[in-house]
């Protein structure tokens, strides 16, 4: 079972800020099948980067992903208000499909 | 537009039953590999269950197997999940999510509540 850990818990920024959230798998993703997510309350996911850095569709290029094997990076390059948010990856290289626990992103 | 819209979530008692539907409308169903994912009260997404388009493999987490069935029936265009032995833990805001590209998923239902308390 690959285990997905996301780090950090929390991250606290301001609006126009930078942020970087790490996603490492206990084994290698194969073929990078790797995707982030966005969640907040009383809404569903939204499927923001799969294939590791391929955006979907109408995801604004603020977002970025990046990595491969073990450590992949889900980078927002300059925050706005509506980003605030909680951030999931997602898994599916080998069975079982796993996400990890999750990035709240706050505003600060 | 693309939509999932889930049913059936309601209270129930432990060890008891219970059927969740998720209908889709806005694209070819029959296609598409498609997800049941669950949260849980003040928890994080976890992937409970998934069918291939034909409906000839499945897969499930092993905290589920051998108590919920998925299944799907094409011409309905609808995607179900049958739980049984129900426990406490398996209280969930339930999602039902079309297979995206690259083994993401791409479209998500609101949700279905399930709760197991007696």
């Known amino acids: 079972e690959t285990v997905l850990t996301q780090s950090p818990g929390t991250l606290s920024l301001s609006p126009g800020e930078r942020a970087s959230l790490s996603c490492r798998a206990s084994?290698?993703?194969?073929?990078?099948?790797l995707a982030w997510y966005q969640h907040k309350p009383g809404q569903a996911p939204r499927l923001l980067i799969y294939?590791?850095?391929s955006r979907a569709t109408g995801i604004p290029d603020r977002f970025s992903g990046s990595g491969s094997e073990t450590d992949f990076t889900l980078t927002i390059s300059r925050l706005e208000p509506e980003d605030f948010a909680v951030y999931y990856c997602?898994?599916?290289?080998?069975?079982?499909?796993?996400f990890g626990q999750g990035t709240k992103l706050e505003i600060k | 537009e693309e939509q999932l819209v889930e049913s059936g979530g309601s209270l129930v008692q432990p060890g008891g039953s219970l059927g969740l539907s998720c209908t889709a409308s806005?694209?070819?169903?029959?296609?598409?590999?498609m997800h049941w994912v669950r949260q849980a009260p003040g928890k994080g997404l976890e992937w409970v269950a998934n069918?291939?388009?034909?409906?000839?493999?499945?897969d499930y987490a092993d905290s589920v197997k051998g108590r919920f069935t998925i299944s799907r029936d094409n011409a309905k265009k609808s995607l179900y999940l049958q739980m049984n032995s129900l426990r406490a833990e398996d209280t969930a805001l339930y999602y039902c999510?079309?297979?995206?590209?690259?083994?993401?998923?791409?479209?998500w239902g609101q949700g279905t509540t399930v709760t197991v308390s007696s």
């Open positions: 999510a079309r297979g995206g590209p690259l083994r993401s998923m791409d479209v």
């Open positions: 806005g694209f070819t169903f029959s296609v598409y590999w």
């Open positions: 069918i291939k388009q034909d409906g000839g493999e499945k």
């Open positions: 084994q290698s993703v194969s073929s990078s099948f």
């Open positions: 294939g590791a850095s």
């Open positions: 997602q898994q599916y290289g080998s069975s079982p499909l796993s």
